[in-house]
């Protein structure tokens, strides 16, 4: 596929009305195993890169950084890459649209933007200023004449925002809302996993969902039952593998053996096999 159709292939997973799973890549050979185990699209992860980098999650990377960890998934897959931007590297508008040029210029078909600041304060962007945040981004998009999918993140359950679950509920609604309007495809609400509290959101948004996916959290046919539009998977699979490699580490430091490395052991040839050259 070119690059404008595989944009086309990812938006219209948006739109099927089906669902579907998006798995988050850190690297190239992350990605190249989503890719051969048969998902149509793969996203990144900025924890999962920042971690593999020696780095905290949190802008902690430069925006050349990160786009250079997204060039280099993208040029290991043929499917679409839509790419983990953080909070758009930069408070004003035109950081963020600076930051979807350059994402695009590396292959991305579409972007995560995020309302939270990181700062205790502040916790979350002023809804008015992310949402021409996000108009910034539509419109950056709408410059490469692709059909890119801007995916709003809000983090509001992440952050415990508000003195009770209404009001995180009520925050959750009233931003989903206005991050459609300003030109968001999704809303993206990670740390949110409870099932009656997601029917709810899919009834009152008025756009597609996106929720991020936890150990313990309700299994993929369930959460597409209630009307969920895209699952990721975060740096879930990174931390995982992070599990995998402590525990090799421990078995190996106290008993000498091998049992966890050959568990799960990818043979040289295979590894081999995912790359051109």
């Known amino acids: 596929m070119n690059r404008h159709e595989q944009a ?22 992350s990605a ?8 149509p699209a793969i996203g990144t992860t900025s924890a999962g890169i920042a971690y593999a980098r020696g780095r905290r999650d949190g802008q902690r990377l430069s ?10 998934i993208v040029r290991a897959v043929g ?3 839509t790419a983990d931007v953080e909070a758009g590297y930069g408070d004003a508008a035109e950081d963020v649209a600076q930051t979807v040029r350059l994402a695009v210029g590396m292959g991305a078909v579409g972007i995560n933007l995020e309302d939270g600041t990181g700062g205790e304060n502040l916790p979350l962007y002023v809804l008015e200023d992310q949402q021409r945040r996000l108009a910034a981004a539509r419109s950056a998009a709408r410059e490469a004449g692709l059909p890119f999918v801007v995916n709003a993140r809000t983090d509001t359950y992440l952050t415990g925002f508000g003195e009770n679950e209404t009001q995180r509920y009520e925050e959750t609604v009233l931003r989903g809302r206005a991050y459609l309007e300003a030109g968001a495809d999704v809303v993206f609400v990670p740390g949110l996993v409870h099932l009656p509290t997601l029917r709810a959101l899919v009834r009152d ?33 990174m931390l995982a593998a992070l599990g995998l490699v402590a525990e ?10 091998y049992t966890a490395l050959e568990r799960s052991f990818y043979g040289f040839r295979e590894a081999e096999g995912l790359f051109s050259s």
Do not use: Y
């Open 79 to 81: 499917v679409p890459v």
């Open 205 to 237: 948004l008025g756009g597609p969902l996106n929720v991020m996916v936890v150990p313990g959290a309700p299994s993929v046919s369930e959460l597409l039952g209630l009307g969920v539009m895209r699952i990721s998977l975060g740096q879930g699979a």
């Open 63 to 72: 925006r050349d950084e990160m786009l250079r960890e997204l060039s280099a």
């Open 32 to 39: 190249r195993l989503f890719e051969a185990a048969g998902f």
């Open 248 to 257: 090799i580490a421990r078995e190996l430091k106290e008993c000498g053996t």
């Open 8 to 29: 086309q292939v990812f938006s219209n997973l948006h739109h099927t009305g089906h669902g579907f799973v998006l798995p988050n890549a850190w690297d190239a050979a």
